[in-house]
């Protein structure tokens, strides 16, 4: 067979079931052997942005490593601000890079250029083909890369070794495990926890912001008298009866210093240690409190779930029994809209097993802080801080779970970079609901230009931060994707508005002009999910 | 002054007048600088695409650097594509790149990553900023290096060096002159021309495109009984009364063989050795009879225009009267569109000094062909290959240009890659008509399967090369970026439409719906520009 049959044979093997592909005359052999090869579904995107983010999205949801597939290294480059967020989200993408056939490498065709360069800051591993008969055998080393690193790896395939016979299907080993925990470690924290000098805050994140880990770490935490929080921008976060209600590690690094006051100690479970979103003036890039001791149980590839689960047990916590938590009532959106009513709204209609996809921006806090009185579901965010990441996850994650209804709760300047996600959404169907806050401005760099102590910033300032005149009509937009559409200006109209697209299959969008903001900052509104 | 502020100054006496802008946190101190220093004006695209597409088009037209100003590694990612593009036009791009603080920068905060390796693939120089008061320095000679090489230059600025004070705007040095070719040279290649040992092809490229270039290169051509053939894609060439008209090189290798077919001698003059654009089995990468001598008067760095006009007093051929080219009567455009009947709509309607900005890939080498029947214009293409390049391009060409009509004939699925241009076009008022040659399909790709042996293509093929289901309503994704559009489906209503958006100033969008396509290969129809 090709060495392109024989990578998507092996990657069948392996378990993918999806390529995300935006593909080029270099890819062609792999074109032609999705019809040859079954078992591995291709779903086209119409730029890059909408591929990578979509494989992260489905990667994230399914556990399975998702594949791309991009022509050349301006295709991987379009991609490479959504493989940056997969690349802190620590999502296992799989990068198929078309590269011109081996012996018009030199030519330096226009096209050309350094892929492995590209791929580099966002990859885990990067590797190219040898022949066809190599083919599926490197394919085998990217996706165990992909899954030891927890990281997207990257295989530049040239034209000649996927459209060459003499390929054959490798064999898969089994996936690497996460490397484990020295038990030693456990002790000593365990050690830590129980001595009670000062209190603890246990930071989860990564893989065990499951219903079962918070629990887990509710309990330690109710034993031990600490307190369990989550890390800000969580790859996925799970919500529902049963588990505990959590605080975020905050946007702001003066909000972050607060939180953590009165705290001896920060236990990190697959978390990293909080690090200021941007460097600000006169504030540390650690905003944590002088005397916390931070101390680290898991990092963010070993596996913390298991560590978790042995130091419920060392501590004495794995029977704890956790108070009910009554699932509250959720505030009444009314009026005209703000962050605030919007993530009522959404939490009002919210279908059972939802997957929410988080990229509101400065609209965005608003929705986990009172996520708690929502049906189960879980919450996916933006890692990176790559804008662009929501539609083309939310789309990723429809495709992973057609049975679980997505809603996309999504900025407007970030909803510009990668729209054309809608398109693949329309087109395969998804049950996509999308609404977008539209405050036609950049509000968090007006929040960022006040912080700078610029109140009243000057016409090239405004201009800067403003997305209006003319205001998108996201409307439009979407039916010209082939999404339908409608727009709300108040409370009552934005449920209603989600109760139908909740009712109806296939994609909505719902663009939700948010009233005129107040230039004083609320406590949490202007806070970045 | 800021750091930000002297850079801005020092940008300003560089003889920067625009610089394209999607800024974040970290570009918060250029942001105010825009306010604080007169003289660079700001445009904001909702993309980065858009924004490092639009300064190649700016600079293309005025021969001065544009400055792009981008947000940390994913900022410059989305913007690599049309930087690639920018590399292969020889353009002088100035970008700035925001960086975290540089005490922030070990804190590897969420968006940091390796700004360098991401800008080395697609720039001619790399740097970073030093401190505040060498900020300017730095800018000079980024400044310096991207007319030195003509390419790209990256200035990575860290936003302490930015918000800090101590800035001092630097002096800027004359621009570097192109390196001159050796007499000796030319005198070599006058020889060869002189001695008519075999027919000499002049191949055209870079900035010898202009009126005047063709002209002196068709007065060698006739002296020595030669032809005048220019590069496949050219950032920029002129065409109009008295320019002859010329042959562009193919875009597929065997067509490539077929034009050099006959000839002796190939003479480059600010061009490339012709390559093929992809590997294709059985094909060389040079494409060239093996009977064809390659020689370079001068590469696409050098002053090729100086060389041309020196070869052309040492020939003997200075004053060589040309035959008055009379301009031929273009086709009248009838009935369901085609790619030819729409460039023949383009050329009948096309005023005066137009700008055609060709991305039209499948629909793109019809106009090219029938060009000689427009009045005076200049035409700029896809250099690098990289999709998505038209409408950036086309509205950093009309901001350059306020006063020339920009024509943007558009392939659809490259349209797709940056549509968001549109906002800017609307934003700025730009003269711009974007004529969007739908057929829903990436055509190219369809050609690129039948090279490959591939008649009927499978599902899974089919599905990956087509656009439709749904198609695109690029009529309603225009009014939603705020640009008024309308469809049409004939040559008659084409030219009408374009009278229309010709007489109103401000963008238009025109959805020509192109017939049926057959599926046997019509010479020439299917070629990419």
């Known amino acids: 067979m090709k060495g392109s049959e024989s990578l998507l044979a092996t990657a069948k093997t392996a378990g993918v079931q999806v390529c995300f592909a935006n593909p080029g005359t270099t890819e062609i052999p792999l074109v032609e052997a999705f019809d040859q090869v079954d078992g591995v579904r291709a779903v086209l995107a119409l730029s890059e942005g909408v591929v990578t983010g979509a494989a992260d999205g489905h990667a994230r949801m399914t556990g399975v490593p998702a594949m791309t597939l991009l022509h050349l290294g301006p295709g991987l480059a379009n991609g490479l601000a959504n493989l940056h967020n997969a690349r802190r989200a620590r999502t296992p993408v799989l990068n198929v890079i078309g590269e011109h056939a081996t012996w018009h490498q030199p030519a330096d065709a226009p096209l050309a250029s350094d892929i492995e360069l590209l791929a580099r800051p ?289 900025a407007d300047g970030s909803a510009a970079y990668t729209v054309q996600a809608l398109w693949t959404q329309a087109r395969e169907g998804l049950d996509v609901t999308t609404v977008i806050c539209a405050n036609s401005r950049y509000q968090i760099l007006e929040a960022e230009l006040r912080r700078a102590g610029i109140e009243q910033p000057g016409e090239a300032a405004a201009n800067l931060t403003s997305l209006g005149s003319p205001t998108v009509d996201w409307t439009a937009v979407a039916r010209g994707f082939g999404v339908p559409a409608n727009r709300v200006t108040t409370g009552e109209e934005l449920v209603e508005a989600l109760r139908r697209a909740h009712a109806e299959p296939g994609p909505h969008l719902i663009e939700a002009i948010l009233g005129t903001p107040t230039k004083q900052r609320v406590k949490g509104a202007l806070e970045p999910n």
Chains 1, 2 share one sequence.
């Open 122 to 410: 966002v990859s885990g591993w990067v590797g190219r083909t040898s022949s066809a008969a190599a083919a599926a055998t490197e394919f085998v080393e990217a996706h165990q890369a992909a899954l030891r690193h927890r990281l997207p790896a990257t295989l530049i395939a040239a034209a000649d070794h996927m459209w060459s016979q003499g390929g054959e299907p490798a064999d898969v080993p089994a996936a690497p495990a996460r490397p484990a925990v020295a038990d030693q470690r456990i002790a000593e924290i365990a050690k830590l926890l129980n001595a009670g000098r000062g209190r603890s805050a246990l930071l989860l994140g990564g893989h065990t912001l499951t219903a079962d880990g918070i629990r887990t770490a509710a309990r330690i935490a109710a034993r031990v008298g600490g307190e369990v929080f989550v890390e800000r921008s969580p790859a996925r976060i799970e919500r529902g009866p049963g588990v505990p209600p959590v605080r975020s590690v905050p946007y702001f690094p003066e909000d972050v210093m607060r939180v953590f006051d009165g705290f001896s100690h920060l236990v990190l479970i697959g978390a990293r240690t909080p690090v200021a979103f941007f460097g600000y003036r006169g504030m540390p890039s650690y905003p944590l409190p002088n005397r916390l001791e931070v101390h680290e149980l898991a990092d963010a590839n070993q596996d913390a779930v298991e560590a978790l689960r042995t130091l419920a047990e060392v501590t004495g916590s794995a029977a704890v029994e956790l108070p009910r938590a009554e699932r509250p009532q959720g505030p009444t959106p009314k009026g005209p809209l703000s962050a605030a009513s919007i993530a009522a709204a959404i939490v009002l209609t919210q279908p059972d097993q939802a997957i929410v996809v988080n990229e509101g921006v400065s609209s965005g806090a608003a929705y986990p802080a009172i996520a708690a009185a929502a049906p189960p579901h879980c919450e996916l965010t933006n890692t990176g801080g790559a804008i662009g990441m929501g539609m083309p996850v939310a789309t990723g994650a429809a495709v992973a779970c057609p049975d679980r209804p997505v809603i996309n709760l999504q």
